[in-house]
């Protein structure tokens, strides 16, 4: 399906935390809402504060509709830094519409201007829906991501 509406960006200095909060619950799910409200408040203050690496930016139609937090970081494959997609987020009512292509085109392009040879991002195996999106924008990485709580 094809996006109908225009997109508007907003910049997270004009979203009040509400909104983004609201975005941000539905985004991280049951099974984070544990997560103590001062991660949610310095999630929403970091993307906000443009002296730290992670960036963001929210997308809108008439209203927030989602959002996308990427980072720029050092690769030891690369003389230039290279950029993640941390979070991408689409409000239900709109998937499948192009949001989510739009987001992440919108960060290839910011990475490109930057001089970044890649853009990478991850998704839970169970997304089926997002990596069907994800292999008409990408190729799929042949790694497999651990993760040991500390």
């Not at 935390?17 to 408040?41: C, K, Q, S, T």
């Not at 001089?115 to 924008?137: C, E, F, M, Q, V």
């Amino acid at each position: 399906m094809r996006l109908h509406e225009p997109l508007t960006v907003i910049e997270y200095r004009d979203l009040a935390f509400e909104v983004w909060l609201a975005m941000w619950l539905d985004y991280i799910g049951p099974a984070n809402a544990d997560l103590p409200p001062a991660v949610h408040r310095y999630t929403y203050q970091r993307i906000h504060d443009a002296s730290t690496s992670l960036q963001g930016f929210v997308v809108a139609t008439d209203r927030p509709i989602g959002f996308v937090h990427y980072y720029f970081h050092p690769s030891s494959y690369n003389l230039t830094e290279a950029c993640t997609i941390e979070d991408l987020y689409v409000a239900p009512t709109h998937r499948g519409q192009g949001v989510g292509r739009w987001l992440i085109e919108r960060v290839a392009s910011i990475a490109a201007a930057q001089g970044a040879p890649a853009l990478h991002w991850k998704t839970d195996a169970s997304n089926t829906a997002a990596i069907a999106l994800y292999r008409t924008l990408a190729r799929q990485a042949q790694v497999l991501a651990f993760r040991k709580p500390l």
